[in-house]
């Protein structure tokens, strides 16, 4: 089974603090996502990678940026983490080039103090 | 503009009491439905894709239907581990992207 693994399920930060959001995939997929999910408003997406060290905005980048050095890894960053950040994040990978739905990792639900 | 509503937003059951979500889409193109089982505090689990109206998918009490408009997932009998949000995603055009609805809560009582 193809699995995707994010680093933590749940942390705390302070207003400010720079993050870091980890996520690893074991089937060698060219495509990754980050997603926050948030009560009433769905799954939105922030960024996409393609392939390595390649990066594409989603529909809500602001305040967000992303890496990729590695096929297997996507990294989220935020800048300096705000209040309206608090949420549910979702990685999520599939192949490239098909019609295949995507696999997610369990989440890491970050609250912003 | 690409959009996904799914209703209802939530859902009660007896168990052994059948019914249905409905997913409606407007899409340039479609490229793939896609249903999904979150769990609270976990990521989305896939359960189906569907490519073509008239297209049906079934998986143990759950069964996927397709439209050029909608999509139902029938839920037959349902068991209180059933209970979830349901959420439904379309594909449009030539991007790899996912445009998910928000989802319907579904809760099934013993």
């Known amino acids: 089974d193809v699995k995707v693994t994010q680093s933590s399920r749940y942390l705390v930060k302070r207003t400010g603090e720079k993050v870091f959001l980890e996520c690893v995939q074991d089937?060698?997929?060219?495509?990754m996502f980050w997603y926050r999910q948030d009560p009433g408003l769905g799954l939105r997406l922030i960024y996409f990678s393609y392939d390595v060290k390649m990066k594409e905005k989603g529909d809500i980048p602001e305040g967000y940026s992303v890496s990729r050095e590695k096929k297997e890894r996507f990294s989220l960053i935020l800048e300096s983490a705000s209040t309206n950040q608090t949420s549910m994040y979702l990685c999520a990978s599939n192949m490239g080039a098909t019609n295949y739905g995507y696999t997610f990792g369990s989440g890491t639900r970050l609250t912003v103090v | 503009e690409d959009q996904v509503t799914q209703s209802p937003e939530a859902l009660r059951l007896q168990e052994g009491e059948s019914s249905s979500l409905n997913c409606s889409y407007t899409?340039?193109?479609?490229?793939?439905l896609f249903w999904y089982r979150q769990d609270p505090g976990k990521g989305p689990e896939f359960l189906f894709t569907l490519y073509s109206a008239g297209e049906e998918k079934e998986k143990e009490r759950l069964k996927a239907t397709l439209t050029k408009k909608e999509s139902f997932l029938h839920i037959t009998a349902p068991k209180p581990e059933d209970s979830a949000t349901y959420l439904c995603?379309?594909?449009?055009?030539?991007?790899?992207?996912?445009?998910f609805g928000t989802g319907t809560l579904l809760a099934v009582q013993p």
């Open positions: 899409v340039s193109g479609l490229r793939g």
């Open positions: 089937m060698d997929h060219e495509n």
């Open positions: 995603a379309v594909r449009s055009g030539a991007t790899n992207k996912l445009i």
